[in-house]
């Protein structure tokens, strides 16, 4: 449904993660794939998180969903923005998918914004690369380079930054591209009615890896290796931590992530997460094997739930993390591409499943799952 219109080995050697940039009509003839109503729609349910963000008196103000009514929508100034409609709207999802020349493990989520005339949400840095898709209407955006700014709540939904110089100012119109690295900062307003697709991608830090690492292995390491002194001699500086005593904890912290292969097992479990919820719907009567077989007999595709995290590691393609949950693909690793790096696949799997009925008895348990559904 839609193709980048710009060479990217050249994007990703000059600009990713180094500058912003713009790309004229890197859609070209671009076509929404969401109204302003279904938008609306969405931001009325409470599985999706919503924001409503506006100016009253000079003071930004911001309200967070589900919306009952849009009446602030009805003035000038006024920014509805709706996280992961790539999770609920499978037309929006499409727009996901030109970007698949990134690891999916990177991809975050597609958040979609409609404004009024001046509509914005202010000055601001984020923490995560993102592709921003100019759809109905114009909007006017200005972006610096990376650089260290002073930020300050200016509500308490709404971080902003200090003023900056731009690198980039210019008014976006329908297919036009800005892509801005993380730590760039920001600021755009609609000249006229529009739509906004911001299509993120996971930047994680140090912290959320080691928080995350700690949690897994409370979780999962009973025989947790403790610390024991190195041979003991008489202290004539009891106060005093020894060289060879941090040395030595350093050694047990480290005992879990010797190796890049000892965090497979947690960042598989991590990375395949969905931070936002799913639309999951599981079938109302259990799919058997039997029929599985039939709907790709019949010609059917099946397609991946809009947002599920699916990954697997080079150099062990027989883990497959799917949701957060490990899958033991011993003995069908040819499956673990089919459906990872695929959005739909279908005659794939009936060569695999030919030779290997324990992975259509996995497939079907995921089907039941309503991770993978037929089309």
Known sequence: ????NFEINQFLDTYWQKKPALIKQGFVDFQDPIAVDELAGLAMEEDLESRLVYQ??????????PFKTFDKLENDG?????????????????????????????IDDLMISYSTPKGGVGPHIDNYDVFIIQGQGKRHWRVGERQELPEFAAHGALKHCAEFEAAID???????????????PHEGYAVEPSINYSVGFRAPDQNDLLSSFTDYNIDNNEDALRY???????????????????EKIHQVMLESCKTPEHLMPWFGRMISEAKHDLDIAIPD??????????FLEDGAQFTRLGGLRAVYFQQSPEQVFINGDAY???????????????DETASELVEIFKDAPEALALFTHLVNRGYWYAE
Not at 170 to 184: A, Q
Request: aromatic share 8%; net charge negative.
């Open 78 to 106: 006024a920014t509805l923005l709706v996280q992961a409609v790539d999770h609920w709207h499978p037309d929006a999802q499409q727009l996901v998918r030109p970007f698949r020349f990134l690891p999916n493990w990177r």
């Open 56 to 65: 009253q008196d000079g003071t930004w103000q911001a309200e967070l969903g």
């Open 170 to 184: 210019v008014e976006m119109e329908p297919g036009d591209i800005l892509y801005i690295p993380s730590g760039c």
């Open 285 to 294: 009567q259990a799919i058997e094997c039997e029929d599985i077989i039939a």
């Open 1 to 4: 449904m839609f193709e980048l």
């Open 228 to 246: 024991t002194d190195i041979p003991m001699q008489v202290r004539e500086k009891p106060g005093q931590i020894e060289q060879v005593e941090l």
């Open 328 to 342: 033991d693909f011993t003995g069908f690793t040819d499956l673990a591409p089919c459906l990872c790096d695929q």
